[in-house]
């Protein structure tokens, strides 16, 4: 099985920059998303790393160390619209199917 | 690209009726299909994985008499909930992917209420 974490819940003013963290436990890797969910609304992919390092889409980052079972969302220049749910992913060596965390709630204000 | 579309979009019913949700893939042809389920504040939970022209797969604890998923064509799943009770009363979000390895793609979502 696996263990995803993140945190419940993040604020951050209009045009600043906020790191989300998801920390995993899992018993082989295959694969980790980031998924942005606005209330009431499915969710939307944003990113996917398999391999270490930063992949970076706009004024969104997404970083992995597979050593430290462990990703970032970066986001950059933040927008109100930006206020929804980020949830990580991770999907386990030999399955397809990614395991969702609870997802960490983004209050963006002015 | 990649547009999953689902229908509806919310339903209310009485308790001991059946609903049927519709989940298609509008560009693209998928495989596999995913159908979760999504309670308040909480993440998205996998009800069950759907391969066209095969049974689907439960995961633990969904009941398959209860949820009665067909894979008909490469574009459409459905998910029947019989018997609706008051504590079925979710967000249902299905899901595709061209490939079993493939990112999926979400649906916007069915918001049931059953009263």
């Known amino acids: 099985g696996q263990n995803i974490d993140q945190p419940t819940e993040m604020t951050a003013t209009e045009g600043a920059i906020v790191q989300i963290n998801c920390t995993y436990q899992t018993s082989g890797f295959n694969g980790l998303f980031w998924y942005q969910q606005h209330a009431g609304e499915a969710p939307t992919f944003l990113s996917y790393?398999?391999?270490?390092g930063l992949e970076e889409k706009g004024r969104f980052s997404s970083f992995l160390s597979r050593s430290k079972g462990y990703s970032y969302l970066l986001l950059k220049e933040l927008q109100m619209k930006d206020s929804a749910s980020y949830l990580c992913a991770v999907r386990e060596g030999g399955s397809y199917i990614p395991t969702f965390g609870r997802g960490t709630s983004l209050i963006v204000h002015p | 690209g990649a547009v999953v579309s689902q229908h509806p979009s919310w339903v209310i019913c009485k308790s001991g009726t059946s609903v049927k949700i519709e989940c298609r893939s509008l560009d693209f042809q998928a495989t596999t299909m995913f159908w979760y389920r999504q309670f308040p504040k909480q993440s998205l939970m996998l009800m069950a994985t759907?391969?066209?022209?095969?049974?689907?797969?439960?995961e633990q604890g969904v009941e398959k008499d209860k949820f009665l998923i067909n894979h008909a064509s490469l574009t459409l799943s459905t998910l029947t909930v019989t018997s609706a009770h008051p504590e079925d009363s979710s967000f249902y979000i299905c899901?595709?992917?061209?490939?079993?390895?493939?990112?999926?793609?979400f649906g916007p979502g069915t918001r049931l209420l059953v009263l």
């Open positions: 899901s595709a992917s061209i490939g079993s390895q493939e990112t999926q793609y």
């Open positions: 790393n398999v391999l270490d």
């Open positions: 759907s391969n066209e022209g095969s049974k689907a797969t439960y």
